[in-house]
């Protein structure tokens, strides 16, 4: 018999499952020209009940369904994560689908669901489970990406992602079965015991190629070159969602993956990763004109940074990788969601020239796309400074001096096409008539909500490095 | 108010920042009496410090401490932890001076995007009176790198022609530099937790490990220290970012970047550099380390001097004299006895109030004629004989004239570098003679001679705002000039702490003993070697 | 009985064939097999070392993976689709408003 606590800890997908399909099949009901916005009141709703419930599991710590699936302070912490992330990105949806007559209240399933995966990413500590979560985030990805179906470059930005997706995923279900091989498990605890014993060489392979998978997913060099195309075709609340999501539940897989099975031999691995991943990020970053690009590939160098504290393991690196999940969401949703109220009908302004004096345009706008930009690049008061610091500080604890030097001169290097963005809002006149849009209201929220938790992080961090911190002494135990 | 008189100092202009974002953007005069008043009240409500840090000013280690260490971000421990000794006290109160004057000054020459000009200024404000405050690296950190933000955008947005490139130029730079010193503060960090077994920022107490790290780690902490502060300063050769932002800047920009930003690189080095890396610095051990700086420092003052002298644009010029007198700075500091750093501090703040005069005056004149070339201008003391006095004063306070303020503060410099080696002043002469000549060659082409240029003779003389910028600077270089005994006396027990740190065997020299009185007693001294 | 290393093998090879596959075919539906042929593959070590480790679940994973891929194998059709309407080829090379 399965006990009733169990139930509990799985909680929160079950919420949004049964919303994601209660969106499905309401769908189906509503006439031609309805509305949607009341399907996405439903999914928001949903979220928000997802959130409760990921904080009412704290006092539900423990395993669940055969051990497959942990609950504890790491897992809630990724749960509320990527709860919030979904919601704020139901929110800024709203007017978008409006705008882009996109009439398919599916979309706001789809983003309930493939919450779901990623919840599940967090809490599953069974490899198979794992892979299956990997699935159902990524399977709903797929198909959100390819939303505006008129537009031939969503489509193609959806296929692109969905070939190497599953190419990534292949691997690293190889990554799996190799595990399996070389363990007799795909338990995380039982790997981590056969593993202490002794790792045979099938083993390393299994961590490599599962990393490969994984790398995918977060976008780390050198297996990013699918982002920046899928970043400008998909539509920008959508890339909102994957580029944070799926990110932070792939970090915690990760995590999970080479801390709690104590899998050997992939320092080298990550570090090279971390440092092509800045490098490449940045330096692509540096000549882009379309700002989906520029974000896509800062995200690519964001996710260096992330894999910094990777290397630096230990407790402290991995609530670096927590908090800097948590930052890295916070900021980046907002610069997307932004992007997509400018985008207008059809998104037809998304390059830097459009943003060309938006500081007189829409002032509001612009200083809070400016905020969001001064935390990616690491600027004080703001969350991405304290998430940077904290990467950073963990480095030069674990003695990575070199990797650490690399990083600041990245990040240093980085300002630069950050601050491109804000010349081009602040400095730089108009080409070409852009309008801007009356922000609705519950754009209006959702950017609140960016701009609060970045400040938030920025100001008074502690109880988030708290928590972070508690999430990683359970992990490593 | 006594025990919290530091945070009121700090939040003051932030306040200000925020109220002016309640003001509608329309109003511009609303918005320029409002930012007016809390600049103002910035300056006011730190005046009653200087009282009170009197009183305590024999006392040793910091005064009017506010919070404490650990108690911001416990975790990792940084903490909401403000202190001022005399170094930060003289600095702070030439910031909320500075600051209350270029808002002041700033009245007509920006005209668009007020608010935006406002609120940014004042939030520079409250960074930079915050990096003078911090006694956690942290939170030093923190405000040094939000400062940049305001100054990068007050460039980019009100600067001239090629202010874009300028701005970011200026931001890359000095971001380059921080995120180079953000490793050097971690590693003392953990340095401190290794010896001590505690994770914290307060900077009282790294104070006690760092000094023991072994040399050949420290050479590199130091170096990196070194290279976030000498892009601050700028010493040569890392000053190529300020000429062009300095032309660039709108003139209370300007002000504001010569007056204060560049303090905080050799208040850095006096804060930081110094007493953290005295096996470092040791003159006897390591003689290279201090010989290097102190040439770069010689050829700042000598190539600031010798490029000033051929700008034909009045402001590249200042901007440029700027180098020259921070090279008389780290010259100073990098002398390592109580002569040398306390002339190198009220050389600060000298190059403070005459330099921030001086591009005050080179931005009047940019008002009314739209050009700074010298070639545009002549005989303008026929027109404007008021600005015309006041120029003059403030051009030989920069250029070290006795009775005034540049005078003591170069001649302190000197005597300390004459201490350590002859051959350091002997260098570091040609740089006051060279000011000299820019100076009064600029003062013969702009105002003497007959008004050649029509366009020249309608000039309106200083509106009432105008020489209220003035006067306290002009009644700070006649005080200081005259009598600077209560200024060396604020700043004789840091100084004296920090050459004890850097070089313990010091045989007090006859300077230490008797602390400066005043130019005219100081004089004898030098003639009696 | 023929040892465990020879199914890893014949497994590696046809995994690798399916890289091959996606990164040299120029048609969208061979790249979409290749992969099918990668997690097929990956089928094969899974009951491989299901006997070798006695453990049936190594089994019953394979259920799992077959019914994740053809779910994949759904939506992707299903998108492979919505490019030919929009772009009437399968060739990747002319499906190029994005650069890859």
């Known amino acids: 018999m399965i006990p009733s606590t169990d139930y509990i800890r799985l909680l929160p997908e079950l919420i949004l499952i049964v919303f994601g399909l209660l969106v499905m099949l309401i769908e189906p009901l509503l006439g031609e020209h309805n509305n949607r916005k009341g399907l996405g009141a439903i999914a928001l709703m949903g979220a928000v009940l997802s959130i409760l419930a990921s904080f009412y599991q704290t006092g539900y710590e423990g395993a669940a369904f055969f051990d497959m699936i942990h609950v504890d302070t790491f897992s809630i912490f990724f749960h509320v994560l990527i709860g919030l992330i979904a919601a704020v990105v139901i929110l800024a949806s709203f007017e978008y689908l409006n705008l882009q007559q996109i009439r398919y209240g599916e979309y706001y399933g789809l983003i309930l669901l493939s919450s779901v995966g990623m919840m599940l990413m967090s809490s599953a500590v069974e490899l198979v489970l794992i892979f299956i979560a990997l699935e159902i985030s990524s399977i709903g990805t797929y198909i959100l990406a390819g939303f505006r179906r008129n537009a031939p470059i969503s489509i193609e930005s959806s296929m692109k992602y969905f070939l190497l997706g599953s190419f990534a995923t292949a691997f690293f279900l190889y990554g799996v079965a190799l595990m399996f091989g070389a363990t007799g498990s795909t338990s995380v605890y039982t790997i981590a015991t056969t593993l202490a014993q002794g790792a045979t060489p099938l083993a390393y392979v299994g961590i490599a190629l599962m990393f490969v998978g994984l790398g995918f997913k977060v976008a780390s060099a050198p297996f990013h070159i699918w982002t920046p195309d899928v970043y400008e075709g998909a539509p920008a609340p959508v890339v909102a969602f994957m580029s944070t999501g799926p990110k932070a539940a792939a970090f915690a897989v990760l995590l999970r993956v080479l801390f709690a099975t104590e899998a050997p031999g992939w320092f080298w691995l990550i570090w090279a990763s971390a440092v092509l991943s800045m490098t490449l990020g940045n330096i692509g970053a540096l000549v882009q004109n379309n700002v989906k690009r520029l974000l896509a590939y800062s995200s690519i160098a964001q996710a260096g940074y992330i894999l910094v504290a990777f290397a630096a393991a230990k407790d402290i690196g991995i609530s670096a990788v927590i908090f800097y999940a948590a930052a890295y969401a916070a900021m980046n949703v907002g610069a997307f969601a932004v992007a997509s109220h400018l985008a207008n009908v059809g998104e037809k302004y998304v390059t830097l020239d459009d943003y060309a004096g938006l500081g007189r345009r829409a002032p509001g706008l612009a200083a809070v796309l400016t905020i969001f930009m001064l935390s990616l690049i690491g600027i004080p008061v703001t969350g991405g400074f304290l998430a940077k610091f904290y990467v950073f500080q963990a480095a030069m604890q674990s003695h990575l001096t070199g990797l650490v030097i690399i990083g600041v001169i990245n990040s240093a290097v980085a300002a630069y096409y950050y601050l491109r963005v804000i010349v081009y809002m602040y400095m730089r006149e108009p080409q070409r008539d852009v309008p801007v849009l009356k922000m609705p209201f519950a754009l209006g929220v959702s950017l609140a909500a960016c701009l609060a938790a970045t400040i938030y992080l920025g100001v008074l961090p502690g109880r988030i490095l708290d928590y972070a911190m508690a999430s990683a002494r359970v992990l490593v135990r | ?529 | 009985m023929v040892p465990i290393s020879y199914y890893l093998v014949l497994s590696a090879i046809l995994f690798a064939c399916g890289v091959l596959g996606f990164l040299i075919k120029r048609n969208v539906i061979t790249i979409f097999m290749s992969i099918e042929l990668m997690l097929n593959a990956v089928n094969l070590s899974f009951v491989a070392f299901a006997s070798y480790w006695q453990a049936l679940s190594g089994q019953v994973f394979v259920f799992f993976v077959m019914v994740v891929a053809a779910a994949e194998a759904a939506v992707g059709l299903a998108i492979i689709i919505a490019v030919f309407r929009t772009r009437q080829t399968l060739n990747p090379d002319r499906v190029n408003l994005l650069k890859l």
Not at chain 2, 44 to 69: H, N
Not at chain 2, 182 to 188: D, K, Q, S
Not at chain 2, 205 to 210: G, H, K, P, R
Not at chain 2, 493 to 503: E, G
């Open chain 2, 1 to 529: 108010m006594y025990n919290h008189i530091l945070s009121i100092v700090l939040f003051t202009p932030l306040l200000g920042a925020l109220v002016l974002l309640l003001i509608p953007k329309e109003q511009k005069n609303a918005i320029r009496w409002v930012a007016n008043l809390f600049s103002l009240a910035g300056l006011l409500i730190s005046l009653p410090l200087i009282p009170w840090f009197w009183a305590l000013r024999t006392q040793s280690g910091f005064k009017f401490i506010e919070g404490a260490p650990n108690t911001w971000i416990p975790s990792i421990g940084a903490g909401y932890y403000l202190g001022i000794d005399g170094i930060s006290f003289l600095l702070i109160m030439l910031t909320t001076l500075l600051g209350w004057i270029s808002i002041l000054s700033s009245w007509n020459a920006i005209q668009d995007r007020v608010k935006e000009y406002y609120v940014w200024f004042l939030v520079l404000q409250t960074g930079m009176l915050g990096v003078f405050m911090a006694l956690d690296f942290f939170l030093f950190f923190v405000f040094w790198e939000a400062m940049l933000v305001p100054m990068y955008l007050l460039i980019g947005i009100w600067g001239g022609p090629r202010k874009l490139y300028a701005a970011i130029k200026f931001f890359l730079y000095t971001l380059l530099g921080s995120v180079l010193m953000l490793l050097a503060i971690l590693f003392l960090y953990f340095h401190h937790h290794t010896v001590t077994g505690a994770y914290t920022f307060s900077i009282p107490e790294l104070y006690q490990t760092a000094p023991q790290i072994p040399y050949h780690y420290a050479i590199w902490l130091f170096l990196a220290f070194f290279i976030g502060f000498a892009i601050k300063v700028p010493m040569f050769p890392f000053h190529t970012w300020l000429p062009d932002a300095h032309v660039e800047a709108p003139t209370a920009g300007s002000v504001i970047l010569a007056g204060v930003l560049l303090k905080m690189g050799t208040y850095g080095f006096m804060r930081f550099s110094l007493p953290f890396f005295p096996q470092v610095l040791d003159p006897i051990a390591h003689p290279a380390v201090r010989g290097t700086i102190i040439t770069l420092s010689i050829i700042g003052i000598i190539y600031g001097a010798l490029v000033s002298l051929v700008q034909k644009d009045m402001k590249k010029l200042v901007a440029y004299s700027s180098v020259s007198h921070l090279g008389f700075c780290t010259l100073g500091i990098f002398a390592l006895n109580q002569a040398g750093l306390s002339g190198s501090l009220l050389q600060q703040i000298n190059h403070g109030i005459s330099t921030g005069a001086l591009f005050l005056i080179v931005g009047i004149l940019y008002e009314r004629r739209h050009t700074r070339e010298i070639a545009e201008y002549g005989g303008i003391s026929n027109v404007m004989p008021v600005y015309a006095t006041i120029t003059m004063i403030m051009f030989l306070s920069s250029m070290g004239l006795p009775l005034l303020n540049g005078f003591i503060g170069e001649f302190t410099i000197l005597q300390g570098a004459f201490i350590e080696s002859k051959a350091w002043a002997a260098w570091a002469i040609p740089g006051v003679v060279l000011a000299a000549s820019y100076l009064l060659w600029l003062y013969q082409r702009v105002f003497f001679g007959p008004v050649n240029n029509p366009k020249n003779e309608k000039l309106q003389d200083l509106t009432p705002r105008e020489v209220l910028c003035f006067v306290p600077l002009i009644l700070l270089a006649f005080w200081i000039g005259l009598y600077p005994k209560p200024i060396f006396q604020i700043m004789d027990q840091p100084v004296q702490q920090i050459v004890q740190t850097v070089r313990p065997d010091l045989n007090k020299p006859v300077l230490a003993q008797t602390p400066i009185p005043s130019a005219a007693q100081a004089l004898p001294v030098e003639a009696g070697k």
